[in-house]
């Protein structure tokens, strides 16, 4: 089983994005499963979804995940984002910096290229969730862009997939650049 952690803000779409990435799992055959966590959340505060990928499905939340995604890279200046990941986990953060610890790819900048924005704030959460397709291999860009029509609505689903395609082969090119291949785990 392999398990996924989105940190994102509320109404940044954390929850759609591991929705839509277990949606596209079942279009492969895979068996995998969103959970999302509610509590008294707003826009803006920081909120968590969780993604499970295998046979045993939980029905719980994931507490030390495989990967953790991070949609607002402010996040981690707020809290610890490697307190959700096991030791090895690997981490894929929205963010123009860089570190060791983690992917860093600036999917503000391409949302605000294809014109992915609600009431005033980047829609990150696809493009993420095709970042983290591009680095775990557990779901394929294909899958990910059948699914787009089922979650967004008609006028959206040309930049979503437009942009889908630019973060998976943008998070391509930076393993490559970076002497490292996709993890091969499915």
């Known amino acids: 089983m392999y398990e996924v952690v989105f940190l994102g803000r509320g109404?940044?779409?954390?929850?759609t994005a591991a929705q839509l990435l277990a949606y596209a799992a079942t279009l492969e055959g895979k068996k995998a499963q969103a959970l999302p966590e509610f509590g008294a959340e707003r826009r803006g505060a920081i909120v968590r979804a969780y993604l499970r990928f295998g046979e045993t499905l939980l029905h719980s939340s994931v507490k030390e995940a495989d990967y953790v995604v991070v949609l607002d890279g402010r996040i981690l200046e707020q809290i610890d984002v490697r307190r959700y990941?096991?030791?090895?986990?690997?981490?894929?953060?929205?963010?123009k910096s860089?570190?060791?610890?983690?992917?860093?790819?600036?999917?503000?900048?391409?949302?605000?290229?294809?014109?992915?924005?609600?009431?005033?704030?980047p829609v990150v959460n696809l493009i993420m969730a095709s970042a983290f397709a591009a680095v775990s291999r557990l779901v394929?860009?294909?899958?990910?862009?059948?699914?787009?029509?089922?979650?967004?609505?008609?006028?959206y689903i040309e930049p979503n997939v437009k942009a889908?395609?630019?973060?998976?082969r943008t998070v391509e090119e930076l393993l490559k650049s970076q002497g490292q291949r996709p993890a091969s785990i499915a």
């Open 11 to 15: 109404g940044q779409g954390a929850v």
């Open 85 to 95: 990941g096991k030791p090895g986990a690997v981490y894929i953060v929205n963010t």
């Open 164 to 168: 889908v395609e630019e973060a998976y």
């Open 140 to 155: 394929s860009l294909k899958s990910i862009i059948d699914a787009v029509p089922v979650f967004v609505p008609k006028k």
């Open 98 to 121: 860089k570190a060791e610890w983690y992917i860093g790819i600036d999917a503000t900048a391409i949302a605000l290229k294809y014109g992915l924005v609600v009431a005033g704030w």
